[in-house]
């Protein structure tokens, strides 16, 4: 097993303890009102140790800042092409334009050129303190609204140190606090951060292990065992569980979810995620291949309504679709 | 016969269709129907325009004779009170629980039938006082005045020129008495049981103060809708305080049930679509800003002059229709604060996303308080209403104007900018005409620091300031129907146009803010701070509209934080602005005999009056560009959702603009699903209050609805959305009007 236990390749991360640390942020999603109770602010960190093939945020996934290129905004001015200390960008015989993105080293001097907004550079390095300054703004809204912080990703916990420090602090300013977990972390990591966070929304993706190993890239039992400790431990828990028609939209695995949510005490809702192709341009962006390609079956609502029902049939816990 | 002369139409071949879709919008309604079929139906009826393209031009006329003795005036408006009285075709239709009609087609194009006389719009008229005496009251008092003499000669012609328009309305009345009398005499069955009872509860009123609940609103729409078919477009103000006691009364004797008060009420909203003409085209003058703009708004909530609550049984009867029937002609404004109930929010955020933007928010926490400083008496402060739109007034008691400029166009021209001639375009009667001025070449080297030439544009908006303050206000417009219901027209012998009420208002109203504060954070980085290049060059560019600078432009728009996302450095800018206009206008509280209060509006203006003198900006926009509406960022420019727009709208002090504005956000439908986005738009009105905003208006639509809506209006025929102020029927506005909301930023 190997479980992922710290800052491994966070570039931003600084491990000296007099410090906060810093880390790699892709985005900061105000007024994000489906991930937790309401109006958040969603602090979305990179990297993930999940490789699941429905990905809806793939440039969440690589740990370091990457170069994302959207084809159909290049107005064909050069700029990169002058900019890129590589010579990575080409502009080719026929006007088409070419990225190697192979010999990219990141460094981010395209999209600074590139005012078109055709190249941007996905996540940057912040420190904890700017992170907050950003999110308390809101405060009103979290006030009026019982809203808050909430951690997602890509995986908090990919960055245990960086999250850690952002909970503690948000904390600190009277912020409701929610982390969104894929669940695969050494238990210890959780075990440092419980005290700052109110709610977790535990995301499960499968209930059969050699699927979910197969569609996540990662071990079932492992998400299980953190999923029981962190009831043992009294967090509150929303259970997130993405249904992908073809993959995991199966009765065996809606039971599944039941049956393991039913013994646990501090579960309390269980929302049903239908699969959405939203992320499915990104994938290109990045050039990276869509492991979803050949399927591409968005769920009905009636599906998502007879599934909800087939779930809230074999537990007590409230089932909802967001 | 007569007293149906419009009778019932054969049905519209589209009611079917309508009643099924929820009435043609973008999202039907799906909650408990609570209205009977029979009402339901009607609304289907007048919302398709059938009975609004059934209104004529006027067949009557003054007496050419008699005009030639050459009477006043305001004679000859009283005299064409009079014939519109006794000729305007009467319009009774079985079934509906309440009458009276404006039936003249020259009444909803903002003219006084059979005269040559502009009529009156921008105003909430005081229909409380002949709720409560009725118009022998009004006559008692107009007698009691000339009776106790000292008036001048227009004063007496004042006073008896309401009397005869006093004398028109009743004789309207009488009309639609007798007419009531026959049809009762003629119908059988339920029918004639309903004709019983509209003649029940009309028969006394307005002649008389109501006694119940059903002639309370029957002398309302009476009252109302008399105005309105003589050509005024007055809002209607604080109803839930003026027929909630009458209720409350009513209910607590039992002589009616909720469900019967809610099916009254309905008839009053649906008789209130009655110019809606279902044809794509508006009835009304303005150029394309759609078909419901008649100003004819309701506020609902808030505190009475004593400081007690006013939200009550008909302010959720109210807001159940309204969410039922989803009409949107009658714009409401909800008064909400700290104290407001959950019940109360909670319907306004379900109807706001429904779509349509029919309900806004005004800040009861903030706007008595701001009324007060500005020097209004408590008691008048905690019963204001608006002018039809949201410019905020004491209803009944004042004759209202604004006077719009575009303070973009002012920072334009001491860049020295070349604006084309604007088209020479007359505004409505309130509002101030603006002009343009030559550009002033060579002035870049007069501005050797930011300072020097933000002096300059404050200079500007100084003499502009100063210009449209230094208006007089009175009008030779006569209008002594109107001015019955206004206080104190009877008591100073004074007309509504003429200084007569209590208080005559000419607000200020600037627009482009947010355009100016993002040219002026991108002239100070990149010319002041960054030296990239000189003001000479800029301007230049601008000149040329980015002739060959597209790279500068684009690197503009990606890089600025603009106005709207909670920037502290562009918000610091904006109060500057924010401060100095604000502190100019607030240097002439009263002058000329009206009171100045500070607005900040565009309305339509940003696709109408300005776009044609706007030039390329310094923020990246090209020429005749649709930039900011009202107080809100400029479209595209915010990119960190509604609550940093709603931030950096609330970061300046509010306390220093009386007439108020607005905050206008579009919102995704698919962001505010269920239970959280409920939750979500309760929590965005709630912090809206608190952080001091004035007024915001939610539309709940997504642009790709607007588009299909675009090119298949056929598909969406009552499918509202907010404009300013009001909402209209999207397929009734003009292409640049639909594609100024399509602009706007979408939150989500």
């Known amino acids: 097993m190997n479980l992922p236990s710290g800052d491994r390749s966070s570039p931003g991360a600084c491990s000296r303890p007099d410090e906060t640390p810093s880390g790699t942020v892709f985005d900061i999603q105000k007024f994000s009102i489906h991930d937790g109770p309401g109006i958040r602010t969603t602090v979305f960190l990179k990297g993930c140790p999940l490789r699941c093939l429905w990905c809806h945020n793939p440039e969440s996934q690589d740990s370091l800042p990457e170069i994302s290129l959207i084809a159909s905004k290049c107005v064909g001015c050069g700029q990169c092409v002058q900019a890129c200390p590589l010579n990575n960008h080409v502009m080719g015989a026929g006007g088409e334009r070419i990225f190697h993105r192979a010999r990219c080293r990141r460094c981010g001097a395209c999209a600074e050129n590139c005012y078109a907004g055709a190249i941007e550079v996905i996540g940057r390095t912040m420190s904890v303190e700017e992170v907050i300054a950003d999110v308390v703004k809101d405060r009103?809204?979290?006030?009026?609204?019982?809203?808050?912080?909430?951690?997602?990703?890509?995986?908090?916990?990919?960055?245990?140190?960086?999250?850690?420090?952002?909970?503690?602090?948000?904390?600190?300013?009277?912020?409701?606090?929610?982390?969104?977990?894929?669940?695969?972390?050494?238990?210890?990591?959780?075990?440092?951060?419980?005290?700052?966070?109110?709610?977790?929304?535990?995301?499960?993706?499968?209930?059969?292990?050699?699927?979910?190993?197969?569609?996540?890239?990662?071990?079932?039992?492992?998400?299980?065992?953190?999923?029981?400790?962190?009831?043992?431990?009294?967090?509150?828990?929303?259970?997130?569980?993405?249904?992908?028609?073809?993959?995991?939209?199966?009765?065996t695995h809606l039971a599944g979810i039941a049956s393991l949510a039913g013994p646990l005490t501090h579960v309390e809702r269980i929302t049903l995620l239908p699969y959405h192709p939203f992320g499915q341009s990104k994938y290109a962006r990045l050039s990276i291949p869509d492991p979803m390609l050949p399927c591409r079956a968005e769920p009905t609502d009636h599906d998502m309504d007879r599934w909800r029902n087939y779930v809230a049939n074999r537990t007590t816990i409230p089932v909802d679709v967001s | 016969?007569?007293?149906?002369?419009?009778?019932?139409?054969?049905?519209?071949?589209?009611?079917?269709?309508?009643?099924?879709?929820?009435?043609?919008?973008?999202?039907?309604?799906?909650?408990?129907?609570?209205?009977?079929?029979?009402?339901?139906?009607?609304?289907?009826?007048?919302?398709?325009?059938?009975?609004?393209?059934?209104?004529?031009?006027?067949?009557?006329?003054?007496?050419?004779?008699?005009?030639?003795?050459?009477?006043?005036?305001?004679?000859?408006?009283?005299?064409?009170?009079?014939?519109?009285?006794?000729?305007?075709?009467?319009?009774?239709?079985?079934?509906?629980?309440?009458?009276?009609?404006?039936?003249?087609?020259?009444?909803?194009?903002?003219?006084?039938?059979?005269?040559?006389?502009?009529?009156?719009?921008?105003?909430?008229?005081?229909?409380?006082?002949?709720?409560?005496?009725?118009?022998?009251?009004?006559?008692?008092?107009?007698?009691?005045?000339?009776?106790?003499?000292?008036?001048?000669?227009?004063?007496?012609?004042?006073?008896?020129?309401?009397?005869?328009?006093?004398?028109?309305?009743?004789?309207?009345?009488?009309?639609?008495?007798?007419?009531?009398?026959?049809?009762v005499a003629e119908a059988r069955g339920d029918e004639r049981r309903n004709y019983e009872q509209v003649l029940t509860a009309l028969r006394p009123v307005p002649e008389q103060p109501p006694q119940t609940f059903r002639e309370a609103l029957q002398a309302l729409w009476m009252l109302w809708d008399f105005q309105r078919l003589c050509g005024n477009w007055s809002g209607i103000g604080r109803i839930d305080k003026m027929l909630g006691p009458f209720l409350a009364r009513d209910l607590a004797t039992g002589a009616i049930t909720l469900d019967e008060a809610r099916e009254l009420l309905a008839h009053f909203w649906i008789k209130g679509c009655e110019w809606t003409n279902g044809q794509g085209h508006q009835m009304s003058e303005g150029p394309g800003s759609g078909d419901a703009q008649f100003y004819q708004n309701i506020v609902l909530a808030g505190v009475d002059e004593q400081g007690r609550p006013v939200a009550n049984a008909v302010t959720d009867l109210v807001l159940e229709v309204v969410e039922e029937l989803h009409i949107s002609d009658f714009p409401i404004a909800v008064r909400i604060?700290?104290?407001?109930?959950?019940?109360?929010?909670?319907?306004?955020?379900?109807?706001?996303?429904?779509?349509?933007?029919?309900?806004?928010?005004?800040?009861?926490?903030?706007?008595?308080?701001?009324l007060t400083a500005f020097g209004y008496p408590l008691e008048e402060a905690r019963d204001f209403a608006n002018d039809g739109c949201w410019e905020i007034l004491i209803p009944g008691k004042t004759s209202f104007g604004y006077q719009p400029f575009d303070v973009l166009l002012l920072l334009q021209e001491v860049l020295g900018l070349s604006a084309t001639e604007p088209v020479a375009r007359h505004e409505k009667v309130e509002c101030g005409e603006w002009r343009t001025h030559s550009p002033q070449p060579g002035m870049t080297e007069r501005f050797p620091d930011f300072e020097a030439l933000y002096a300059a544009f404050r200079d500007r908006l100084a003499a502009k300031v100063e210009e449209l303050t230094t208006t007089v206000p009175f009008l030779d417009l006569p209008c002594p129907l109107l001015s019955l219901l206004v206080d104190d027209c009877i008591e100073r012998g004074r007309a509504y146009t003429q200084g007569g009420p209590r208080y005559t208002v000419r607000s200020p109203h600037a627009g482009g803010l947010a355009d100016v504060v993002n040219s002026l954070l991108v002239i100070r980085r990149l010319v002041y701070e960054a030296h990239e290049f000189t003001l000479e060059r800029l301007v230049g560019i601008l000149q040329s509209d980015w002739e060959d600078q597209e790279p500068l432009r684009l690197r503009i728009q990606r890089d600025f934080d603009f106005y709207g996302n909670d920037s502290a450095e562009v918000d610091a800018l904006m109060q500057r602005v924010f401060n100095d206009f604000t502190k100019l206008v607030g240097a002439v509280r009263e002058r000329n005999g009206a009171l100045r209060p500070a607005g900040i509006s565009t309305f339509g203006r940003e696709v109408s009056a300005y776009r044609p003198h706007r030039t390329a900006t310094a923020a990246g926009n090209r020429k005749g560009a649709i930039l900011a509406a009202n107080f809100s960022p400029s479209p595209g420019t915010d990119k960190r959702g509604p609550t940093a727009v709603i931030r950096s709208h609330c970061a300046v002090d509010f306390g220093r603009l009386p007439c108020g504005t607005v905050l206008d956000l579009k919102i995704l439908p698919q962001s505010v699903k269920g239970e959280a986005g409920l939750q979500a738009l309760m929590g965005l009105m709630r912090s809206f209050v608190q952080l001091g905003g004035i007024f915001m208006q939610t539309d709940v639509v997504d642009n790709d609805l607007l588009r299909d809506a675009q090119a298949h209006p056929e598909k969406y025929p009552n499918l509202s959305v907010r404009i300013s102020g009001w909402s209209a029927r999207f397929a009734t506005l003009s292409k640049n009007w639909q594609d100024m909301i399509i602009n706007r930023t979408e939150h989500g």
């Open chain 1, 140 to 251: 009103a809204f979290y006030e009026t609204s019982g809203g808050g912080m909430t951690l997602s990703g890509g995986e908090p916990m990919a960055q245990p140190a960086f999250s850690g420090a952002l909970l503690r602090q948000a904390k600190d300013a009277g912020l409701h606090c929610v982390m969104e977990t894929c669940g695969f972390a050494a238990y210890n990591l959780y075990a440092t951060l419980l005290p700052d966070v109110d709610l977790f929304l535990f995301d499960l993706k499968d209930t059969d292990p050699a699927r979910h190993r197969e569609n996540t890239g990662v071990a079932l039992e492992p998400i299980v065992e953190n999923l029981r400790r962190l009831d043992t431990a009294g967090c509150r828990i929303w259970l997130r569980c993405p249904i992908i028609p073809g993959i995991n939209a199966v009765e």
């Open chain 2, 337 to 370: 604060g700290a104290a407001t109930p959950e019940r109360i929010l909670r319907r306004i955020a379900a109807i706001q996303r429904l779509g349509g933007g029919i309900i806004a928010v005004y800040n009861e926490d903030r706007i008595p308080r701001t």
């Open chain 2, 1 to 183: 016969m007569q007293a149906a002369a419009m009778k019932a139409a054969t049905r519209h071949p589209r009611q079917a269709r309508w009643a099924h879709q929820g009435f043609g919008v973008a999202t039907p309604f799906a909650g408990t129907v609570r209205l009977s079929r029979a009402t339901r139906d009607l609304a289907t009826r007048y919302l398709s325009g059938e009975i609004g393209r059934a209104v004529q031009p006027t067949a009557f006329a003054v007496d050419p004779a008699w005009l030639a003795t050459a009477p006043t005036p305001n004679r000859h408006y009283a005299e064409a009170v009079r014939l519109i009285a006794a000729q305007a075709p009467l319009r009774i239709l079985p079934g509906e629980r309440l009458v009276g009609a404006a039936t003249l087609r020259e009444a909803a194009q903002h003219l006084t039938p059979a005269t040559p006389f502009r009529s009156i719009s921008h105003t909430t008229l005081g229909f409380e006082k002949p709720l409560r005496i009725g118009y022998a009251g009004l006559r008692a008092q107009i007698a009691a005045r000339l009776a106790r003499g000292g008036l001048d000669v227009a004063g007496v012609d004042l006073l008896e020129s309401m009397t005869i328009c006093l004398d028109a309305a009743t004789h309207w009345h009488a009309r639609h008495v007798a007419a009531l009398e026959r049809l």
